[in-house]
């Protein structure tokens, strides 16, 4: 793999098509990953805003990272005035079903969001930070806090789940060494324990809500978050 995650990484070999990203496992021999689906659809986005709703009480949301917008739709489905923007072209251009056009846009998260200051009563960052290279971290927190009114919802890929076994952090353009092919093959190029990332969402003030995120989960059925628990989430509030 040449490490090369721009936007056109993202792209239907990495949405849609069965196997369509390759790499090679340690011992040389390839492998295929993709999120292999085609429509976008994923019925635990359900549950989810549903929880979001309940515990946030949020008539608005901004989803950072909204892919093809599956999250936006269910959110708007129930009321909740959600919009969001991903960094890939392929997913904007070939958006969910029932995602309308004018609900998700095209932009780069590492650049000032097209928002003012403080729209959004719920933002949430759904496996977007182990995209970000370490030295795009703090634009896209800084962003995050300013266009948060007062909740700001995380799910990030961390070390200690079944796929991230150690911490690492790529660089921009760097070739990816060939033990860690498998799992930054989805553009996982920074990949830290919740220390970290605790650290790195430090702002004054802001206070994490680790009551709010057993609230969350209590709400929504165990197998829709089974993978998210195994990683970090984090809740933020304004004070």
Known sequence: ME??????????????????????????????????????????????????????????????????GTFVAYARAIG??????DFSEWAVSHLYTHCEGSWVKCADATQKWDYPDKPFD???????????YEEDIDKVVNEMYRVARKYIFLQIATVGSDVNHSKYALKKGESVPIELE??????????????????????DGWVLRDDL????IRLCPC?????????????????
């Open 3 to 68: 490490g090369k995650f721009d936007k056109n990484y993202y792209d239907a070999n990495y949405f849609a098509v069965p196997g369509g990203k390759k790499f090679k496992n340690p011992c040389g021999i390839e492998g295929e990953w993709s999120y292999a689906n085609p429509e976008g659809e994923w019925e635990g986005c359900g549950p989810v805003v549903q929880a979001w709703k309940e515990v946030f009480k949020c008539k608005n949301l901004l989803d950072v990272g909204a892919g093809r």
């Open 80 to 85: 909740i005035e959600a919009v969001g923007f």
């Open 122 to 132: 719920l933002v949430t960052v759904l496996d977007l930070m182990e995209h970000l």
């Open 182 to 203: 498998g799992v930054a093959v989805a553009g996982h190029v920074t990949v830290q324990d919740r220390a970290f990332w605790v650290d790195k969402l430090k702002r």
């Open 213 to 216: 995120v057993l609230e969350f």
């Open 223 to 239: 197998n829709v978050i089974s993978n998210w628990i195994k990683n970090t989430v984090l809740v933020l509030e304004k004070t």
